[in-house]
């Protein structure tokens, strides 16, 4: 222990608290382990007693042909922790009660000396009616596995439509997971997981009012448009959604596109029980922390991975919302954590960018790795690399890295 030993109960007595086992919590966790030698106590709490590799989770069609088996998207917390100094507490979090240092879970209450919040990000609907209610997400496991079984089900039922029709599935929102998972959709070889005789959906990406792939390298968004079209998937440009309905999305022209199924890609905001937390809130809910991650007015309270908003001082840029960005921040965050316990001096957080690659279905990807742009197949097999050396390096307690 790194403090002297004191009574129960009192403040220095009490563990570091990480809130949420993603990417950023997890690495949390673990740099506090492995920083302080294991003489940190700390409690890891997750409403699932899984880490869920949420970057694979636009794989519908693998989900749709494994049907309850879903081992390739979780790493079980058990094995990772055992042997460290980090206990488990499964749990669903209810409130943060920072002046009290008290969490309340569905399951009990936890003090904490220290906490990182760590929660990651919910679908944003934006007010839109019927949005939350009518559409598919692929944020959750749970929401992936949903949509997974729902194009099954549309894929059988694709023969016996009448004429010449194919199911219609309509994505909305171009960022990155939007592109990765309509081309998933589209490339997926449904007539092997569904029927001999499943019709290939039409797959419509809705970019709303913002470009195709906003943000991203402009030689990468040319050549995944080349792509998509290749797959099938029509991109419709300009307009955002009004309204929701089963079997309906109005678009703002007033035009109604009519779909088998609809996916909610459009954007993320931080939890609510993060959002209610009085702290200061950038876009979305985000906590706005300091450059050290700390939240402003909380000593040894901190924010990690996308519920935080943040800008890199050194480029005046928003710091993203990625799982690359979140291991960055978790190391930064880990390290001035253990600063606050020893009355150190903490550092600020740096952004490096590594790079980005999107998945485009059939073994394709197009990215830009350290500003050098990468396509094709290697592109797909270098992504592949690396999401699984990220699980095996988390497997093995390593400082893991991803892109
Ligand atoms: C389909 C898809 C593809 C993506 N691809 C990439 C990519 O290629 N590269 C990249 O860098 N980023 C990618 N991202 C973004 C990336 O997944 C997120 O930025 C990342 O997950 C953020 O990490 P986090 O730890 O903040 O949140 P998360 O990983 O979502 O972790 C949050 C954790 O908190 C837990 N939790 C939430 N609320 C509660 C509660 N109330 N009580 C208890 N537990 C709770 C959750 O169970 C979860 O374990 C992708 C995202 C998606 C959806």
């Known amino acids: 222990m790194e403090s002297p030993p004191s009574a129960p109960g009192r403040p220095e007595s009490l563990p570091a608290v990480v809130l949420g086992a993603g990417y950023a919590g997890l690495t949390v ?12 106590p700390v409690v890891l709490i997750d409403r699932n007693p899984v880490h869920v590799l949420r970057t694979e989770l636009y794989e ?33 979090v209810q409130s943060i009660d920072l002046a009290g240092t008290t969490i309340t879970l569905d399951t009990g209450e936890v003090r904490f000396r220290s906490l990182a919040i760590c929660l990651g990000s919910v679908a944003a609907y934006y007010g839109v009616p019927g949005a939350a209610e009518h559409t598919h997400q692929v944020y959750r496991l749970s929401g992936a596995k949903r949509l997974a079984a ?19 599935i309509l994505i909305v929102g171009g960022g990155s997971t939007g592109t990765e ?11 092997a997981i569904a029927d001999p005789h499943a019709r290939r959906p039409n797959v419509f990406l809705l970019t709303g009012s913002l470009p195709f792939l ?7 968004v040319e050549r995944a448009e080349r792509v998509l079209a290749r797959s099938g998937v029509e991109l419709v440009r300009g307009l955002n959604v009004t309204r929701v309905e089963p ?21 993320l905001e931080a939890p609510p029980v993060v959002r209610q937390l009085p702290v200061p809130h950038g876009r979305a809910g985000r906590v706005a922390v300091e450059a050290t991650l700390e939240i402003p007015g909380h000593s040894g309270v901190f924010a990690v991975g996308d519920v935080v908003e943040l800008q890199d001082p050194r480029t005046g840029m928003p710091v993203p919302s990625t799982a690359q960005a979140a291991l960055a921040e978790a190391r930064t965050a880990a390290r001035n954590l253990l600063a606050r316990w020893k009355g150190k001096s903490q550092v600020p957080f740096e952004y490096r960018e590594r ?24 592109a797909a097999l270098l992504k592949r690399i690396v999401q699984r050396d990220y699980a095996h390096s988390i497997e093995r307690g390593e400082p893991p890295t991803l892109i």
């Open 29 to 40: 966790a673990q740099e506090l382990h492995r920083r302080s030698r294991g003489k940190v």
């Open 355 to 378: 790079g980005v690659v999107v998945a485009l279905g059939l073994g394709q990807a197009a990215g830009s790795v350290r500003k050098v742009p990468i396509w094709g197949s290697p």
């Open 150 to 168: 729902a194009i099954l089900q549309i894929e059988k039922a694709s023969t016996s439509l009448p004429g010449e029709r194919r199911p219609r």
């Open 247 to 267: 079997g309906r999305v109005t678009l703002a022209d007033g035009s109604v596109f009519a779909c088998d199924a609809a996916v909610w890609c459009a954007g």
């Open 214 to 220: 906003a943000g991203f390298p402009p030689a990468l």
């Open 181 to 191: 998972l309509a081309a998933e959709i589209a490339t997926t070889d449904w007539r």
């Open 60 to 92: 519908v069609g693998k989900l749709a042909s494994t049907g309850d088996a879903t081992d390739a998207w979780v790493v079980p917390l058990a094995g990772v922790l055992d042997g460290t100094s980090v206990a488990f507490r499964q749990g669903t």
